[in-house]
Each structure stands twice: as C-alpha cells, then as structure tokens.
T-cell receptor, first 116, second 117 residues
C-alpha cells in the first residue's frame, strides 16, 4: 500500500497563476482532508470531504477550491495564487467516524508551494 | 472552541536522556480524542497514538509512553532513553467525537525535539 500520495512535491508559482494539487489514497478511506502548515502556526484545515460527493470548508478556505473526484482522489485548486499561500500543503485521509479504528488521520508527504 | 497548547517550542537533550513533551488542551466536550504525531526532518507526518477521553489508562510502547490526565486536561508524551532518530517536531492534536464539522483535528503548534549524540 502506498498510503496517501501527493503530487507535485515542490512547486513555484508566480502571483496570479493557478494550479491543482493532487492527492490519492489507497486505504479505502471515506474521509479526506487538506491542511496547510506554516511556521509557528501548526496545521490548519483548509477543506475536508467527509465522504465521496461531499466537501466542506475548514478554518482557512479562502482562495482555495476542492474536488472529491472519487473515493480515492481529492484535489485542491488555487485559482489565483498569492504570496500568502506560500506554505506546505498536506493531504490526509481517515475512515469514517464510528468505524472501528477510526478518527486518526493518515497524512501524505506534503507539497511545498512557493508563490513569488 | 477547542485549543491545544504545547508550551515547549524547542527542547534539546543529549542521547539517552529521558524527555517529556507537554500537551494541554481545552474543550467543552465530555468525550473527545487526543493524538500525537511525529514530523521528522523529512517532513511527513507520522501518526503515533490515539487516546479516547473515556479511557485514562496510560500507555507504553517501547521507549514511548503517554500520560493522560483528564483532571488537568493534559496528555504528555515521554521518550525514555532518547535517540538521535527521535529528533523531530511532535504535534499534539484534539478532535471531537462525531461527524459533520467535528472532523477537524485541532493541532498544537508543535515542539521541536533535538537529540544530540
């Protein structure tokens, strides 16, 4: 099992450019998440998808959109990148709450994004 | 609102020393989940442990142990006989029970542990 995979690993964008971060999991998890990690801020939730076909905003959704393409894949799109979106982005997945062994989230390796 | 505080920003120890990482949380819920994650220099986040609020039994896994005290809202993590490979940022996190917006993990800001040879 590869677990949670993310592409790309690194990306540099100019202000105003758009891009999509891809995430896939092979653990048959129902729920998927996007976080950003900034120095001194810990991890903050951008968007999440409780199950296939649903998405909801997290703490810091402004400037982002998401698509839950199917049960395996959850993408994050920056429509018009800004320097404030320079960060490390993590995708995570988990089984649905109430399921045995649920609640903990498993993370991908991250995407380091720089917006100049 | 939920909050997780890791007051120790950085800790530096010498190999084989024991070290405790503190985690204090705030929540109005009576049931919840607590977690510890490790982020080594390579950057990935590794799940270490989940603790249910209704189970106050402490847990030991090899050199790692966790002390959960509901009365003081703390969930501390001790590494015994630390090793250089333990050098990482450690995050404590809190999550409500149930679905909907409760899916969110609330993270502390992390503690950077450096173990020197």
């Amino acid at each position: 099992n590869a677990g949670v995979t993310q592409t790309p690993k690194f990306q540099v964008l100019k202000t105003g450019q758009s891009m999509t971060l891809q995430c896939a999991q092979d653990m048959n998890h129902n729920s998927m998440y996007w976080y950003r990690q900034d120095p001194g801020m810990g991890l903050r939730l951008i968007y999440y998808s409780a199950s296939e076909g649903t998405t909801d905003k997290g703490e810091v959704p402004n400037g982002y959109n998401v698509s839950r393409l199917n049960k395996r894949e959850f993408s994050l799109r920056l429509e018009s990148a800004a320097p404030s979106q320079t960060s490390v982005y993590f995708c995570a997945s988990s089984v649905a709450p109430g399921t045995s062994g649920g609640y903990e989230q498993y993370f991908g390796p991250g995407t380091r994004l720089t917006v100049t | 609102a939920q909050k997780v505080t890791q007051a120790q920003t950085e800790i530096s120890v010498v190999e084989k020393e024991d070290v405790t990482l503190d985690c204090v949380y705030e929540t109005r819920d009576t049931t919840y989940y607590l977690f510890w994650y490790k982020q080594p220099p390579s950057g990935e986040l590794v799940f270490l442990i989940r603790r249910n609020s209704f189970d106050e039994q402490n847990e030991i896994s090899g050199r790692y142990s966790w002390n959960f005290q509901k009365s003081t809202s703390s969930f501390n993590f001790t590494i015994t006989a630390s090793q250089v490979v333990d050098s990482a940022v450690y995050f404590c996190a809190l999550r409500r029970v149930g679905g909907g917006s409760n899916y969110k993990l609330t993270f502390g800001k992390g503690t950077l542990l450096t173990v020197n040879p």
